[in-house]
Each structure stands twice: as structure tokens, then as C-alpha cells.
């Protein structure tokens, strides 16, 4: 079974960082496409960030280009998603899903994903 946990969410002011953690188990992350999605009150869920498992692609929304990195640590079967520059924008519940293995399905769709975890709630103050 498929389990993802995310953690490192929390309350922040504009211009500030946050680090959020993807703990993964029942799915290797190093052979996996991971994602970051995130949904805000009254809004659809929308891509932040994914991570390719060949390691060949990389894409950030134009929304955080230059201020979130996506990561992995294959040997903890991690992900994360370092956030710099903090808007008020970014409130949101930020969730953590994986594809199937060595997929090439599109990684800035949600129907590419089979997997998601329950989130965390980040929320930027102005």
C-alpha cells in the first residue's frame, strides 16, 4: 500500500521560508515521478512543482520559479519542497503525489498521479 505523509507546514510571514517534507512508503521515489500540488479556500488544486524519476525534468508553475526547489533524498525515500520568498499568494494546503513507477505521463497534470497524501496547511501573513 502507497502511503505518502507530508510534514513542515505552518504560519509564516511574507518573505519568509518554509521546508516542506514527503515521507514515502510502498512506492521508491527514485523510480517515481513526484509531484507538489496545492489547493487555497475556493480554488481548484493547481501544480507547484514535480521532479521526473529518470532525474531529466524538472518543472516549477510559473508562480514559484525562482523561489521553490523541489528535492530528493533517495536513500530516506523523500521529497521535498524548500519554499523561499513567501507570498501571501502561496496559502494554500500543499500536497505530495506520486506517479506510477517509470511513468512519463506529463508531470503538471493531476491525472497523471495515482497517489496523493492528506497535505499541509500553509499559510503566509502579510
Known amino acids: 500500500q502507497v502511503q505518502l505523509v507530508e510534514s513542515g507546514g505552518g504560519l509564516v510571514q511574507a518573505g519568509g521560508s518554509l521546508r516542506l517534507s514527503c515521507a514515502a512508503s510502498?512506492?521508491?521515489?527514485?523510480?517515481?515521478?513526484m509531484g507538489w500540488f496545492r489547493q487555497a479556500p475556493g480554488k481548484e488544486r493547481e501544480f507547484v512543482a514535480a521532479?521526473?524519476?529518470?532525474?531529466?525534468?524538472?518543472r516549477y508553475a510559473d508562480s514559484v520559479k525562482g523561489r521553490f526547489t523541489i528535492s530528493r533524498d533517495n536513500a530516506k525515500n523523500m521529497i521535498y519542497l524548500q519554499m523561499n520568498s513567501l507570498k501571501p499568494e502561496d496559502t494554500a494546503v500543499y500536497s505530495c503525489?506520486?506517479?506510477?513507477?517509470?511513468?512519463?505521463?506529463?508531470?503538471?497534470?493531476?491525472?497523471?498521479?495515482?497517489?496523493w497524501g492528506q497535505g499541509t496547511q500553509v499559510t503566509v501573513s502579510s
Open positions: 510502498g512506492r521508491t521515489v527514485s523510480t517515481s515521478t
Open positions: 503525489a506520486t506517479q506510477p513507477p517509470y511513468s512519463l505521463a506529463p508531470v503538471d497534470l493531476i491525472r497523471g498521479y495515482d497517489y
Open positions: 521532479a521526473r524519476w529518470s532525474g531529466g525534468t524538472i
